[in-house]
């Protein structure tokens, strides 16, 4: 897998896709190759989902980030409580609104039968839940009668790289990707209309409350669904679980958060286009938005594509009012919709604006774009079955989506592999931050912030106990000499062979004020086979950063059939480093596989 780091062989991925599609496309037009169908059919199925996960694969690392270190230290009070009351408190504890009781329970599995957290596995294991996913709406159109065929294009919306903080984030990829499963499952439960499945909607439903806090939407949506099918025996112990899973949530060692914010009615139309922006989020790419004050395309696409899941919505809802007998694929992709849109719902009460969304570029956390992925995928099953008997406008609908969904694939690893990619190599630099500084390169504003809590020992005495016990592994890729050490013992008195450039600009931070933008630029003469490293060597300090290889320009894409170019590049903001006079070197493995630094020649100034 280590082979797809250096080069994720994307060109090798968009040119068999295009071939087997074309082939595909072929059996309907010539008899003699018809028996190929099936298999070119079943192929354009599997490839997408096997490249999202060896890319995956490549690019994940066993060491914590951010609010993993949150679930981790769980691991340790969980294994430290010392009564069943203090375990209760440990895997409910409350994180924000959230309380994330399956993502705790897998940890705490993996932990007994492993003696260890695995932070790759743990990515993964929230992946796969996405195949569930893709099962649950392949079964819908399979109910209605409509060939595997058409499903062909669905997994090219789900496994991409538009979601990419959620598919390569322990925490996020643990707690979407399972709680959409999930509140999926609970309407799939209910929409079968019988008492098997009424108790796999509640299992599913109760699942979904303790996986995020927007999981307490099952609870309504089913309420809704077992209301308009007149079960009401059903809907009476639906209502009594409820009450009984919310007095435990909101009562049991729980604290209310208030939000200081505006109130959403204040700014309607703003969080009108806001909430639509949510619900049309797969088309958030992967550039620059923070406070750029344009108006930003992809956000303008994003809000009009949410008017359109508005309209297909609300056709589906009034469609099963007026039939007689709705399927269960009617309910449970009513119910699969009006979770999501919930979810895009409080996510705007929760954080209403009073500005156009798509001015200024109003970020969403790219973990939320997976909820825009998922209900894309829903409504296209939806026109699928609602056209199922028009073969000629069903046949352009595939169409339609079959071109969309792989271009937006193919646009979604273009652009954010490169970021897969830098996220991976700040991981591995972690522990040298953290063993020299008490610092993190991924997290915090500044050089002197201590990871999440900036409380002078709990994060120590956190990776300590975490290291003792075996929970994690943070240091496994330590194997640097100590930063006062570093260039003493690496320099290898030869210059760099290659170009190395620094520049600064000013551009506006999460605060809206600008701030001085630091970025390095180095181009070696030799092509590299690993990961090297920018160092910075000052009086007092050595930092090191990653030198992050840049995506070739689409032109020499094609022409060179190799995604990333021999440029290398790293940015951050001023605040990030401590001021001073550094002196630049490259330091990377020589043929004994030890470290060695090449002096550049250049200085840059801190200031």
Same mark, same amino acid.
């Given at each position: 897998m280590k082979l797809f780091l250096e080069d994720p062989h994307l060109f090798e991925y968009y040119s068999l896709v295009v071939v087997l599609l074309l082939l595909f496309g072929a059996t309907f037009l010539i008899e003699k190759i018809k028996s190929w169908r099936q298999w070119t059919g079943i192929g354009l199925i599997v490839l997408p989902v096997l490249y999202f996960f060896i890319l995956l694969d490549a690019h994940l690392v066993n060491i914590p980030y951010t609010d993993d270190f949150n679930l981790l230290e769980t691991v340790q009070k969980l294994r430290n409580s010392e009564s069943f009351t203090g375990m209760l408190k440990a895997l409910f504890e409350q994180v924000n609104q959230h309380r994330f009781g399956f993502e705790r329970i897998v940890m705490l599995v993996m932990f007994v039968l492993t003696g260890t957290v695995n932070i790759k596995t743990q990515i993964i294991i929230g992946d796969l839940f996405m195949l569930g996913i893709g099962y649950l709406f392949y079964r819908s159109l399979k109910r209605e009668g409509i060939s595997w065929y058409w499903f062909i294009p669905v997994p090219y919306i789900l496994f991409n790289l538009v979601y990419f903080e959620n598919a390569y984030w322990g925490i996020a990829a643990l707690q979407n990707t399972p709680l959409i499963f999930f509140a999926m499952l609970t309407a799939y439960g209910l929409a079968r209309e019988d008492e098997k499945g009424f108790r796999i909607g509640l299992v599913a439903a109760l699942l979904t409350t303790f996986t995020s806090g927007s999981g307490l939407l099952a609870w309504i949506v089913g309420m809704i669904i077992l209301a308009f099918q007149k079960r009401f025996k059903n809907l009476f112990w639906w209502i009594a679980a409820s009450v009984a899973v919310l007095l435990f949530y909101f009562?049991?060692?729980?604290?209310? =958060?208030?939000?200081? +914010?505006e109130k959403v009615w204040n700014h309607p139309f703003f969080n009108v286009i806001f909430v639509m922006a949510f619900w049309g989020n797969a088309l958030y790419l992967d550039v620059r938005h923070p406070l750029v004050p344009v108006f930003h395309k992809d956000m303008i696409a994003c809000v009009v594509l949410g008017a359109g899941i508005t309209f297909i919505f609300a056709a589906w809802a009034l469609r099963i009012l007026l039939?007689?007998?709705?399927?269960?694929?009617?309910?449970?992709?009513?119910?699969?919709?009006?979770?999501?849109?919930?979810t895009g719902a409080m996510f705007v009460i929760s954080r209403p604006i009073n500005?156009? =969304?798509?001015?200024? +570029?109003?970020?969403f956390s790219r973990r939320y774009m997976i909820f825009g992925i998922v209900l894309v995928a829903a409504c296209y099953v939806c026109v699928l079955i609602v056209l199922k008997n028009f073969k000629a406008w069903k046949k352009l609908a595939a169409i339609v989506a079959t071109a969309f969904f792989i271009g937006l694939n193919f646009v979604s690893y273009f652009t954010s592999i490169v970021s897969i990619r830098k996220l991976h190599d700040d991981l591995v630099i972690d522990s040298y931050f953290w063993k020299n500084y008490k610092t993190f390169l991924t997290v915090g504003d500044l050089f002197t912030d201590i990871p999440f809590w900036n409380h002078p020992t709990r994060m120590r005495d956190l990776i300590i106990g975490l290291e003792s016990d075996g929970i994690t592994d943070f240091y496994q890729f330590y194997d640097m000499p100590a930063q006062q050490d570093l260039i003493r013992q690496t320099g290898s008195?030869?210059?760099?062979?290659?170009?190395?450039?620094?520049?600064?600009?000013?551009?506006?931070?999460?605060?809206?004020?600008?701030?001085?933008?630091?970025?390095?630029?180095?181009?070696?003469?030799?092509?590299?086979?690993?990961?090297?490293?920018?160092?910075l060597e000052s009086e007092q300090h050595t930092i090191v950063l990653p030198a992050v290889p840049e995506s070739n320009t689409v032109s020499d894409f094609l022409q060179k059939a190799s995604y990333y170019s021999n440029n290398y590049q790293y940015s951050l903001y001023k605040a990030k480093l401590p001021e001073g006079k550094y002196r630049a070197w490259i330091m990377s493995r020589g043929e004994s596989g030890k470290w060695e630094s090449a002096y550049t020649g250049k200085q840059v100034l801190f200031y």
């Open positions: 009562f049991f060692d729980y604290q209310f =958060v208030s939000s200081p +914010g039939a007689r007998k709705p399927t269960w694929s009617e309910w449970f992709l009513l119910g699969t919709m009006m979770f999501i849109m919930g500005n156009y =969304v798509m001015y200024g +570029g109003t970020v008195g030869k210059p760099f062979e290659g170009s190395f450039d620094a520049r600064s600009q000013y551009r506006n931070g999460e605060s809206n004020l600008p701030a001085k933008y630091f970025q390095f630029f180095v181009t070696p003469e030799k092509a590299q086979k690993e990961t090297f490293y920018i160092v």
